[in-house]
């Protein structure tokens, strides 16, 4: 578990921080807004579209760890079912961790570049998703390791 937890920490950090703190590097606070902006969406429909394809991702992984064993007639069918609902999943959790990346790291950035400019009650939201956003990736990623690991069926 603290293996998982620290290698979620860095793919975060490498997958939404980096580019945070390199637009900032580059660009100064206008691209460090800009940046923030294009990695983080308030999109509702995309935000559920992308929860749904993870969840997709999860009950097809489940189904084939757990219940179904298909037949010869209908194996091809399922691999192909299995291999796009994983690679959407995986796809889903990659965007989730840049999201949990942003929100984790631009509050240091805030307190660190502009401590007069600071608000505590604006950046504690960000780092309450952000803990959040993180846990959830950790939980996604070592769901799908154990559903690839155990799997009942070779496909």
């Avoid at 509050?107 to 780092?127: G, N, R, Y």
């Amino acid at each position: 578990m603290n293996n998982r937890l620290t290698a979620e920490a860095f793919i975060i950090f490498l997958l939404g921080g980096v580019p945070l703190i390199a637009s900032y590097l580059l660009g100064g606070a206008n691209n460090l807004q800009i940046m923030t902006k294009v990695l983080v969406t308030n999109n509702n429909f995309l935000n559920y579209y992308i929860i749904s394809l993870f969840v997709a991702s999860l009950l097809t992984g489940w189904l084939s760890w757990l219940i179904w064993k298909p037949t010869d007639s209908t194996r091809e069918t399922w691999k192909i079912i299995t291999t796009i609902l994983t690679e959407a999943g995986s796809g889903a959790l990659g965007i989730i961790r840049v999201a949990a990346g942003v929100l984790l790291t631009f509050p240091s950035m805030w307190l660190f570049l502009e401590p007069d400019s600071f608000m505590l009650e604006k950046a504690a939201p960000l780092i309450i998703y952000g803990i959040i956003a993180f846990g959830e990736c950790v939980i996604i990623s070592g769901w799908q390791k154990t559903i690839q690991r155990r799997a009942r069926i070779n496909l």
